[in-house]
């Protein structure tokens, strides 16, 4: 059960759209419909921002889009905004009820 | 609502056994659905997943740390109990619990996490 693969870092000038790759295996990402992604301000707990590969939670800006193709998935951040500065991980099901998160994506808005 | 707080040692000694306790509020273990998980991140690097409980005794382990990692489970007291075993200074990380809806199995509310340092 290897963690998924992200780039380390992104960034992006407010008002424009970044997007966060997170690449698995047909084990994980592209064997279910159950990728999620969290947000991690600094010294905070992680918020989750979207699961099964695109839902929003309630409350969290229709800005943050995710999709998967294949063995990887993607979350766009549209319109971005200095309070998205943050570390974004994102988390699949890697069968027999597991669990593992990615390497995490530093966001950076310029 | 929905809380979280996960108490326990900040500082243990190599080989060690670690009990960390997750006391939440505004739900409950025996309602069908109902889960908590226990994630933990060293400083400066990635959440990794532990292991989870589900109602009604549900239990799911890291591969990786499933001979050291034990969840149980106390309804009555509205808390989850993990140990590890064997600690070792690479355990070294705020250790976090989190409630798991009944929509998904993600987490939704988080504890804001224990820092606990394997030391001599």
């Known amino acids: 059960q290897s963690a998924l693969t992200q780039p380390r870092s992104v960034s992006g000038s407010p008002g424009q759209s970044v997007t966060i790759s997170c690449t698995g295996t047909?084990?994980?990402?592209?064997?279910?419909?159950?990728v999620s992604w969290y947000q991690q301000h600094p010294g905070k707990a992680p918020k989750l921002m979207i699961y099964?590969?695109?839902t929003r939670p309630s409350g969290v800006p229709d800005r943050f889009f995710g999709s998967k193709s294949g063995n990887t998935a993607s979350l766009t951040i549209a319109g971005l905004q200095a309070e998205d500065e943050a570390d974004y991980y994102c988390c699949s099901y890697a069968g027999s009820y597991l669990r593992v998160f990615g390497t995490g994506t530093e966001v950076t808005v310029l | 609502q929905i809380t979280l707080e996960e108490t326990g040692p900040t500082l243990v000694k190599p080989t060690q056994t670690l009990t960390l306790t997750c006391t939440f509020s505004?739900?409950?273990?025996?309602?069908?659905?109902?889960?908590v998980g226990w994630i933990r991140q060293p400083p400066g690097k990635a959440l990794e997943w532990l292991a989870r409980i589900y109602w009604p005794d549900d239990k799911r382990y890291n591969p990786s740390l499933e001979s050291r990692l034990s969840i149980m489970k106390d309804t009555s007291k509205n808390q989850v109990v993990l140990t590890m075993t064997n600690m070792d200074p690479v355990d070294t990380a705020t250790y976090f619990c989190?409630?798991?809806?009944?929509?998904?199995?993600?987490?939704?509310?988080w504890g804001q996490g224990i820092l606990v340092t394997v030391s001599s």
């Open positions: 989190a409630h798991r809806p009944e929509t998904t199995d993600d987490y939704d509310y």
């Open positions: 099964h590969v695109n």
């Open positions: 047909s084990s994980d990402v592209g064997g279910y419909n159950y």
């Open positions: 505004g739900f409950s273990l025996s309602s069908p659905g109902a889960g």
